[in-house]
């Protein structure tokens, strides 16, 4: 089944510095790649996906990149603000019917 | 708001016992997949329906059982309940393919004392 690693656990930033999550895949038949924002106490919420056919994508201070290559995709957060601090999970799709999740990384932005 | 509702929102059951958590989908989907989410914990999946039928089984245990109704509303069942079975249950729902969008609901914290 597919496997998905997620880099790093933790990431501590100070507001306005990009923040950078890594995760990596197993599967070579996956083609979708969602990323979530967990808040404390509420469900994982969509802020982005990038489907396999385009290597960025961009929305507003968020980006994922992918490289179906060295299978690995990125999510990468600009102009950090305090409201961002928040659990993140990447994903991996398309290989079975089961989205997988990585561990996640929880990003603390300081004031 | 995702679309995706979940009740009850708190639970606190005594060890031993038996709880049912609800799940109704998005309007419109018709997958719905139970995920468990320990301290500490990633989203570890625990089985997926799509339109009334079982489609993925994941660590789920014996003493866990789920269904979906013809109305796609699913329920998650929870026996002989045991203190480490504390966690909060997500569902989420999908249109259904391979690399369909999947949006949670709220979760439901389940407390075993």
């Known amino acids: 089944g597919e496997n998905v690693e997620q880099h790093p656990s933790t990431l501590s930033v100070q507001e306005g510095d990009s923040a950078v999550i890594k995760c990596t895949y197993s599967d070579s038949a996956s083609n979708y790649f969602p990323w979530y924002k967990q808040e404390l106490g509420k469900g994982p919420q969509l802020i982005i996906d990038?489907?396999?056919?385009?290597g960025e994508k961009k929305d507003q201070r968020i980006a994922v990149t992918l490289n179906k290559t060295a299978k690995h995709f990125s999510l990468h957060i600009t102009e950090t603000q305090p409201e961002d601090s928040a659990v993140y999970f990447c994903a991996a799709a398309g290989g079975s019917y089961i989205p997988t999740f990585g561990r996640g990384t929880s990003l603390i932005v300081h004031p | 708001d995702s679309g995706v509702t979940q009740t009850p929102k708190h639970l606190i059951t005594a060890t031993g016992q038996r709880v049912t958590l609800r799940c109704s989908p998005r309007s419109g989907d018709l997958s719905v997949y139970w995920y468990q989410q320990s301290l500490d914990q990633g989203l570890q999946f625990l089985i997926q329906?799509?339109?009334?039928?079982?489609?993925a089984k994941g660590n789920i245990l014996e003493r866990f059982s789920a269904q979906q109704f013809p109305d796609l509303h699913s329920e998650l069942n929870l026996s002989s309940l045991e203190l480490g079975d504390s966690a909060l249950y997500f569902c989420a729902s999908s249109e259904g393919g391979r690399d369909t969008e999947a949006f949670f609901g709220q979760g439901t914290r389940l407390t075993v004392v």
């Open positions: 329906y799509y339109n009334g039928e079982e489609r």
């Open positions: 990038i489907r396999s056919n385009v």
